[in-house]
């Protein structure tokens, strides 16, 4: 509840309407993202095949993006202009320096060999350095955005790699892996050119990022991109598919669902996925690929319907509900989740111990991006605007609540004071991760280690700070128990990062 | 899930920024309705005193309303030309008909006495001979909704009452009271004029409306308002409350809390609540009055913190989940709840029926009135956009599903198909509601009776057209064993209406 | 140039995009009003003939307003909306005070004989009594504009005029009698039922209206209308006119032409219209009527290209700059004109004295509603982004310089400030009006008395207040000779009004 | 009538809003673009000089821009984000094509010396050339704009001109120097860094740049930047001005005008000036400069009082007319003008041969970007409202019409119509400008050969095709007379082009 995500992405190739289809995944990832949204789109399938090899096509990326909501942005007209069967789409959370529209995604250029369009979800490390060394080679940034330097270095490597004999496919495949080579950091790229589109992930696979097939087609039919698909298992390596298929790219699954897609699987840590008129071909980065999925997908970010790697994120939640319940047990009479992503952690914790499950708790979802505080006075008391309690549910009982985090301890503080005034006995507090105490450089926008409660507080003062009956964090191991592997980014709890 | 409700009201008096409470309020109400959203604004409890008996106000009613939710029709400086102490708020659901700025409220009109406002959650069934009495004598209307019928009727009336020795406030309420005498159906009313708020609830008490106190009194400050607050028991007759006290009317008491005020009672059927310079008073309209709350409001209308008539809505639908377990009891591995009116009572029915509570189902939040379907194919496929199975939750398994009502079929059946998608292996639908065989009048939009698809097909065809696996209703017995009592309107299920 | 009209009306009856073509008429009255429009609209005509006498119709009348110029406030999916045959269309200049979406026009109420819609140019003097009386009947007022008295006062009186054997129309048009019996001031009405257009003037025809036909008809083909019809001359009493035939009412001549119509000739004072599909009646309000058009129409308001009662507005301009070369001539190099009123005043002025007309100055067209002023010392240099100067025009110049009017005098010193500043050696002030030493109450927003400047300066002392080198205003007598008529209202100038 | 010019721009050095006073500029440059406007600021005057030679500036370029008029742009709030006092705008027509808000101007890019900001007007011959070179050097570009291409251009050799020695701001300029060589066309530049202004003027100057100083400082004052300052007969090479002072670059010196500027001189063919801390410095590009003004912009683009090259644009409009009157002389009653450009002309026109100038059309001013024709029968009837004839100046009359050009033909067509139907006797069709037979490739807007009348028609031709009685261009040989010089491009009319 005191994180933010900084986007969702999604690709689209081979469908009529693949714009239409991004607007409709984009509005399933819009919890990734409030800020900005953006679909650039290519019509070359259904142009004449004119693309000659290490040419440029005549096929033009269409591009519209603004400030607000998916909703907000694209207009019924909107996509009578994004025509074409090529697409990529983006959601940002930005953070407070960059909330401007020259931030907002996917990135479109033009360059020597085309058009490249780029969305990302993520973060680079060496962001800074690879934009110097752009600066030094004479390149220019409209944007403060990572995702420029990310799209510079694929289009002065595609240039670079003219040798003879390669194909332009061949060049542009050559040119994002030597891009991935350099960057590092957390990435979940949905690339576009005319007449392709690229998927990627960072080789520890921080940032989620999973395929499907539209159209009916289920994923059993799929089966030819890898053996034993479905289940990520293993690593399709070089598998072509038949073209003719339409395919998806998304953040989370449950984008896939939103357009009657079939989930085929994740994209691998370190995997580069091409699709293009001659179908799909997997094809290794060459990286050491680690799995290390950022742990606070499940735990926060992620909607309850999405698989990522495997793991559904609600089945996950319920376990992590059960772990709690073993390790920190309290005597109480109602459990309630702090909604959304506490929800089945209660209801986990309510199985496992016996204590009845309650609602307890209503979020109002009708704050939004334009929601104010007309007066200093009224905002202090938008926390009840924003949360609620349910008295019946709670009056002279004790109560167990669960969430997913506490980061400055603020929004903590509230609860229990929105808890108490409904009349709540007991309030114990139990938190679906371990203490945030290191902030994250790899996507989420955290505050600095000094105003993380976890990084200055032992468990009693915060505790106190919070005006809890009792605290307690579900621990590391329980945590890696809950998932059943550990395959995880646990940067925040550990200050270990993959990269 | 396929009814919508007409509006939410609210009402503020003597607080410094009655307008920026309203908005909050109003944030807290937006679920009754997000096609329009208005406020209308007071100073005279600032200004000078100098309104004589029977003279025209020097303070003016101030007006902002528009198209939208209550955060795009309200933006920061809104507040600035909004000053004033007293206020009356409304949002609304508008019928296709009526979708314009012209029908949205309150209303304010200035005539002889000065000015009044005046928000309404209902529907009159008489509002044709009303109007046509109206426009008998010379009315005209500048909109086709049935609040500018009563807002005349009280003007009329409050012109006419000119009897010697009686002060403006007497003629006031004896115009509101003559008023009500002639509406008919249902009507949770907040009126303002320039220095006075006035409540109103229908003898029957079908719209609910409630009184909070605010500025950290509590309700049993409240206390010389009747004897035994707080929960109704008592009708508060003629009670005399100390003036300099803040009061809030609000349609649900969720709104109360939203500003940090503090319930006190539901309004009677049949009540009109005063609040003036010298505080608030009671007094019966002098109808018959039998509470007759319009029992949709607990099945699907109301926030589940709110408590109506002293029912907290989300304990009832824990006990409507109860009753359905008992009644309609099915074996199955999962129970689940259609948000959001359903999880409740799913979570009921998990507790009595010992199958476990899942959640199973994840609506979108972030489609509004903007969201769109690019093309004729793609709206078919927007359930998906709208609604998600969550797979890990369901797949393989025999679930139990629930719901607030059937309307016309077409939803149940498309959640039906979203489930099975999901790997459902039975779907036993359960429905919260009587089957619904008859349109309301009284302040809902439903069908007309023969798209009422239990108004024209027996269970078992339903269940067929639908797809479920069984398929059961609440029966109407059962409905009031959990309620506890029977002061409802169930004129959807029976065709017995109150009015 | 300190002036500001009231508004711009028009009517359209017969033709098939009536909103469309009303939408054109407006954006060619524009300059009457800038800070809200509207259009209503009904298809009665196309619609199966089902209006009984002394019933309603089946018709509606659809509204569609607010505030911005014309273009702002329709967009090109307004018009399917907007379909029918009969429309009528408003824009207005609003005072400060009243600048909200409700006082925007036309108003449209329904009532007990169907709706009426109405838009209004002028002003009621009486506009309090008559307001008070229909109060003291029971109306209430959704706004603060004198329209909606006009309007209710039609309501009422159509309503008890239900004599036995008179029609629907017979006593419609009863009504709009009565009810001129009733007003006074200025007012030049477009009156609207689902099948009737009305248009009405004052007695005194205050604010200009005229009639035109579209379709390709002349004005020959309409002499059946009157008696030597085109010049006014003759007034058409009782005249009917073949039905099939459109028609356009509207304030000023050149709305006429923006449509393609033919100018017919100028409704007279006191003339009441009437257009249904039994074609056209003139019919005599019954009051005393002459002709005190507002001389300002000609001075400051009206387009050049328009011709109102049978005088072109820049005929009378140029006349009146010959009169003015007379009466006050100075020794100088150029004459120059204040845009938009003052140019053509200057070119008669130059023809009569022999002194060169240069243009010499510029107004900024982009200056509109939403142009701000980012700080307060910005705003003090907003002169020059209005109006500039032609530096080779005048730069060592003797300059005469015509404006229509000197109002509070701060615009006429900025003005001459800006020829000084582009090298003027002197500037010689002449006015096109007399000075206006009272206010306005008949649709001209003016200053209080106090705040004119020829009300409390004599003329030597505004000759230095404005910086001039010397200043003459046009003689009462000079005006009337160069109208070759004295059928004005010089209220502004004398004090004597015609109501 | 029947071009369109590509920009304009505006620069400010050293006034304490920069981005207000901008604001007002472009307001007064906004004939000359309105389909998009930006204002880019830095506030690195006010910040604490912290740019180290050769370093990054710790200050930021902040920008505004979108679609629409600047008041369309630009809010009260705008400018709280914008402080600072170094700023360049620009105001641009966009062709179909480019109308995306990716394409508007000021561009700006932050590279390895820090940001650059750049507004253009005109347009490179060799755009394709030098953004091939790019392409090929790796650049990508995030539009299709050949301002990006020039901003690039100056970045890589600001970067490339790392010399022992060279201070930053001589890098600066060394760089702009270098792309000055590269690229060819026509282009007038105001470029921005955190810290200092550059304006740069083409070789040929084929796109007018103005100077003048702020702050009540006089032209006089500037005297040290040159000898013989205020009418460029002399080239102020390498003139430093005293610090402290603020100025304003412009596209027309009316935009000096509305910011109470003076006006100092133009920039000179081929001139750099640099504006930073130390004042203001004038450097020659080196290449081989011949003042080649665009002669259309006198002839349609600039405002009448505006002064370009010393040759002020109204009184040359007068002396075309002057021309036009002895070389076509005609007998005739009235000389009208089209407006605005064709107003000077007329009245020169009238004066030199005797006949009466009146005004004769009026040209709607409200006519603006979201002005929609409902139907395509109402667009054909369109013209009227666009465009309207004084009855009372043209009825029986034997008129002579100055227009600006004959482009297409139809328009012109339109306007002997216009004038026709209120009653024009004769039409005689006078134009200032020879017939455009060659499409411009420096900046306007004109369709392709064979879409110009004068390239596929003779003379007599064209006069029936526009339907006047009779038809005259003026010659070049008197085109050149009326500027009483030859240094102009008009390769429209001659093919032959400076570049």
């Known amino acids: 509840m005191g994180f933010h995500d900084e986007c969702g992405v999604v690709g689209i190739f081979g469908a009529e309407n693949a714009a239409a289809l991004s607007y409709f995944a984009l509005t399933c990832l819009q919890h990734r993202g409030q800020e900005s949204a953006g679909i650039a789109v290519s019509d070359a399938l259904g142009a004449p095949s004119g693309s000659p090899a290490d040419g440029k096509s005549a096929a033009q990326i269409k591009l519209r993006k603004g ?30 320096g960059g909330r401007t529209v020259e931030n907002a995604q ?27 060394m752009l600066e030094d080679s004479g390149c220019t940034f409209s944007s403060s955005s990572d995702t420029e330097v990310i799209l510079k270095l694929i289009a002065q490597h595609f240039i670079r790699t003219a040798e003879p004999g390669k194909t332009r496919q061949e060049r542009l495949l050559s040119a994002v892996k030597s891009t991935v080579q350099l960057i590092k950091g957390s990435y979940a790229l949905c690339i576009m050119t005319e007449d392709t589109l690229i998927g990627v992930r960072d080789p520890n696979g921080i940032r989620p990022l999973c395929l499907g ?17 479905g289940r990520n298992e293993v690593r399709p390596q070089g598998g072509t598919h038949p073209c ?7 953040s989370e699954s449950c984008a896939i669902d939103a357009v009657d897609g079939s989930f085929v699987r994740d994209i691998e840590p370190g995997e580069i996925v091409v699709i293009d008129r001659d179908g799909l ?83 109002n ?35 167990i609540v669960i969430d997913d985090s506490i980061v400055r301890g603020t929004t903590s503080r509230r609860l229990v004071e929105v808890l108490r005034r409904a009349g709540a006995k007991e309030v114990h507090f139990r938190v679906s991760s371990p203490p945030v105490k290191f902030p994250c450089h790899l996507g989420i926008d955290t505050p600095s280690k000094n105003e993380l ?9 915060i505790r ?33 990062y993959p990269v």
């Open 106 to 132: 996917p990135f479109v250029h033009s360059f020597k060999m085309g058009s490249i369009a780029l969305a990302h979800n993520g973060q680079l490390v060496n962001h800074h350095e690879l934009r110097e």
């Open 244 to 250: 003719n298929q339409s395919y998806i790219l998304a």
């Open 281 to 363: 071909r997997s094809v290794s980065a060459g990286l050491e690929s680690r799995r290390q999925t950022c742990i606070f997908e499940y735990v926060y970010f992620a909607r309850p319907d999405s698989v990522i790697d495997g793991i559904p994120v609600q089945d996950v939640r319920y376990r992590m509900g059960e772990v709690l319940a073993e390790e920190s047990p309290v005597d109480a009479d109602v459990v309630i989740g702090v909604p959304d992503s506490g929800l089945g952690t209660a209801q986990g914790y309510a199985g496992a111990s016996g204590i009845p499950y309650v609602m307890g708790i209503i979020k």
């Open 365 to 399: 979802k009708y704050i939004g991006r334009t929601f104010i505080a007309p007066t200093q006075k009224e905002r202090e008391n938008m926390v009840f605007v924003k949360l609620n309690a349910i008295r019946s549910d709670l009056e002279g009982k004790r109560i």
């Open 464 to 496: 106190q700070e919070i005006g809890a009956d009792s605290l307690a964090f579900i621990s590391l191991e329980g945590m890696v128990k809950a998932f059943g592997a550990d395959a995880f980014c646990k940067g925040c709890f550990t200050g270990v």
């Open 213 to 229: 097939v539209l159209g009916g087609l289920k994923a059993e039919d799929a089966a030819p991109l890898g053996q034993g698909v």
């Open 453 to 461: 409660i976890s990084s200055t507080h032992e468990l009693e003062e």
């Open 67 to 96: 400030m607000g909501l998916v909703s907000d942005v694209f207009a019924a007209d909107s996509f009578e202009e994004l025509s074409g069967s090529i697409a990529i789409g983006h959601v940002r959370y930005a953070t407070a």
